[in-house]
């Protein structure tokens, strides 16, 4: 026998709402909008029945750590939570001490499910929130998220989870950094057979990045400060549908701090083991002039066979500085002259040294 929708939640005056509007909404628009509205509200109760089965399930308690005596239960208590799906009432089994000891309460069921104390809000949300606050000012992420499933979080909150994330990754990184320092490597990423048969590019470079001067606070000229990065990154081959072959990027991993040379580099060998280097049939390393950049390279992947290769572009515009300096700063036909024909013969040799040598040079320059 088949249900009609509103036999779905009979009970549910709120649903019976929806589908009496569902039924008398003429445009198409409206119509999805309805229907979108009644499948979040479907999924809360489908979330709200299979967290009440699971909370009546049987209870194993464990022992004190005061007293050790075995807890016992205080019954169900209440607890509200703002979802993905909307805001969710359940109830669990909340266990004490007999003995009252400070800090003997459990809630075996919260662990289970991975709900942190005093946790208001669900991980998916919060995490939907922060994805929209990579490309979106906080406010009007906070307004899409609204559109988008009809749950209203401020500004302010979606501000909160970001930094949240943000202290816990440091952590975890700082963790990282000082296990990697003590001799333990990291795991690597997995990858299919496909990716493994790609070089691996790192490429480096130092971006100027605007701050504000005052914490938290709009106020005073902006602060300009660099930022080191490195780019780690599989470089593969792709045909399109004119059958022309063109260079393609894979698996992009990104390295920043706010910091020198030496803060970057041990963040940088870290993420480097992470994307294979170590098995890597090909290694290649690509920066400016700069010298930190090249003693990077020397002290962290020279030694492991990387082929270092110097972005082209960058050595023009170090040419062009050349012939304005040796034209006493002046733009003319001659110092164009110099440029043209010096990085046309830089181009030439550098294509011959590094084509000899790798092979790679020809996918790196057209990329």
């Not at 299919?192 to 005073?220: E, H, Y």
């Amino acid at each position: 026998m088949q249900l009609s929708v509103e036999q779905l939640l009979s009970d549910d005056e709120y649903w019976q709402q929806l589908c009496e509007r569902l039924q008398t909404v003429s445009s198409l628009c409206a119509v999805v909008l309805t229907a979108r509205q009644m499948g979040l509200w479907l999924a809360r109760a489908i979330v709200q029945q299979q967290l009440h089965e699971r909370a009546v399930a049987s209870t194993e308690w464990s022992t004190c750590l005061v007293c050790h005596t075995r807890l016992v239960s205080k019954g169900f208590i209440e607890r509200q939570m703002l979802m993905l799906v909307g805001q969710v009432v359940r109830k669990r089994r909340v266990g004490r001490c007999p003995h009252r000891c400070l800090g003997s309460q459990q809630i075996p069921f919260d662990e289970v499910l991975g709900i942190q104390a005093h946790q208001q809000t669900s991980t998916e949300l919060m995490r939907l929130g922060r994805l929209l606050a990579v490309f979106l000012p906080f406010e009007l992420a906070s307004q899409v998220l609204l559109q988008l499933i009809g749950v209203a979080v401020s500004d302010d909150t979606i501000w909160n989870w970001v930094q949240d994330a943000g202290q816990r990754a440091m952590k975890y990184l700082q963790l990282q950094l000082q296990q990697f320092a003590d001799g333990k490597l990291p795991k690597a990423e997995s990858l299919d057979a496909m990716l493994l048969t790609m070089p691996l590019i790192i490429a480096a470079d130092g971006v100027t990045v605007p701050f504000r001067r005052q914490p938290k606070s709009p106020k005073g000229k902006v602060l300009w400060q660099e930022v080191k990065i490195a780019l780690l990154t599989r470089l593969g081959r792709h045909q399109t549908k004119t059958r022309e072959t063109i260079t393609r990027l894979h698996q992009r991993r990104l390295v920043a701090v706010l910091g020198d040379i030496d803060d970057l580099k041990l963040r940088l060998q870290l993420e480097a083991l992470r994307q294979g280097i170590t098995t890597a049939p090909q290694v290649v390393w690509i920066s400016d002039g700069a010298r930190g950049f090249w003693r990077l390279y020397r002290e962290c992947f020279a030694p492991t066979g990387a082929v270092g290769i110097l972005d082209f572009y960058h050595a023009v515009q170090h040419l062009w500085q050349a012939a304005s300096a040796y034209h006493n700063g002046k733009e003319s036909p001659d110092t164009s002259a110099v440029v043209c024909r010096d990085a046309s013969s830089l181009a030439s040799r550098l294509w011959q040294r590094h084509h000899q040598r790798t092979g790679l040079v020809e996918q790196v320059s057209k990329y």
